[in-house]
């Protein structure tokens, strides 16, 4: 799919019920594990398929928001994608969510909505983005890493409440801008 037929939006009601009918899930065939920023997996055997629950609630206040935002990704005019902003109290924006329809990965979506999220905090006069993300999501991992984003810790009990005896590692990513900008510098010389 052409680069020029996606489309990123300020989000809107009436595309959340396009979003809720995606497939956000994705198969953990490897995890990270430490030191989780050297990028090293191991594999999951048996594999499984991670599902998020999906809420349009959750989504519906970051629409039109003075320090919230959502951006939706469309290709072939209907939602396919979305990041979800707020600004932080240590004068970060945090992505709370993004996901891509699993029919409409690897095409740069993720990396537009990010892009589009960097914009979003400039605007703000913020110092950059931060994210969560697990450890059994290493896709995503890689993702965030050759953007830019730095590992600046992880957590192994954030989701033993909800979940008794699980291996996922909570990781958190920070792209601070100044240092983005300098390294986009060096690689445009």
């Known amino acids: 799919m052409p680069d020029r037929e996606i489309t990123i939006r300020p989000g809107c009601l009436n595309c959340l019920s396009y979003l809720a009918r995606c497939d956000f899930s994705f198969e953990v065939v490897e995890e990270r594990c430490e030191p989780f920023d050297s990028g090293r997996t191991i594999p999951v055997e048996p594999s499984y398929r991670k599902t998020y629950n999906f809420s349009p609630d959750e989504l519906a206040t970051c629409i039109g928001g003075v320090d919230r935002e959502l951006f ?38 993720a990396r537009r909505l990010i892009d589009t999220g960097i914009e979003w905090t400039r605007k703000l006069a913020l110092a ?56 986009l510098s060096q690689n445009s010389r």
């Open 72 to 109: 939706v990704a469309n290709a072939e005019g209907r939602p396919v994608g979305y990041v979800a902003l707020s600004r932080g109290w240590n004068s970060y924006a945090i992505v709370e969510d993004i996901a891509v329809d699993a029919s409409h990965r690897r095409l740069g979506i």
């Open 128 to 183: 950059g983005i931060s994210l969560e993300t697990q450890s059994n999501n290493a896709a995503a991992c890689r993702f965030y890493q050759g953007y830019g984003f730095v590992l600046g810790g992880y957590d192994r009990y954030l989701y033993q409440a909800m979940h008794p005896g699980t291996r996922e590692v909570a990781l958190f990513w920070y792209l601070p801008l100044l240092a983005y900008a300098h390294r």
